[in-house]
């Protein structure tokens, strides 16, 4: 069920489960559409040449699909912030799971803090942080 105001929230919620697109063909053509055409997003090999476990998901298009994950579970909220920190690579074709947890209510102004993580298949974070967000009071 789709959140719509900050009274249907609760605090400690998990947010539904988000399963990424990671394939190296989308984050090969998101990264030449950016302009990030390099290697280390386009192929593995090339990628593994410069040090890498294989070619990476743009740190941008992950922030992109945690907000994607907050509109699936509230598609009226206005994203305020996200906030990240990115522990190791997103490889490309390797599925990953992005999780929230509803970290902070604010029902007075309807501002809600949701705390976010990129894991990878193994349970390894790649990447974490917060998204403040604000929703409707009524």
Do not use: C
Request: aromatic share 6%.
């Amino acid at each position: 069920m789709a959140i719509a105001t900050i009274q249907e929230v609760e605090f400690g919620e998990d947010l539904p489960t988000f399963i990424p697109d990671t394939s190296l063909a989308i984050a090969s053509q998101f990264a030449k559409l950016v302009g990030w055409g390099g290697p280390r997003f386009t192929d593995h090999d090339a990628a593994r040449k410069e040090g890498l476990p294989g070619a990476m998901v743009p740190g941008i298009l992950n922030q992109g699909y945690l907000v994607a994950m907050i509109h699936n579970w509230a598609p009226n909220a206005e994203i305020k912030s996200i906030d990240t920190v990115f522990r190791a690579p997103v490889i490309a074709d390797e599925q990953h799971t992005i999780s929230g947890v509803v970290t902070d209510v604010n029902e007075e102004d309807g501002q809600v803090e949701i705390d976010l993580t990129v894991a990878n298949a193994k349970g390894e974070t790649r990447v974490f942080g917060t998204a403040k967000v604000q929703l409707p009071l009524a």
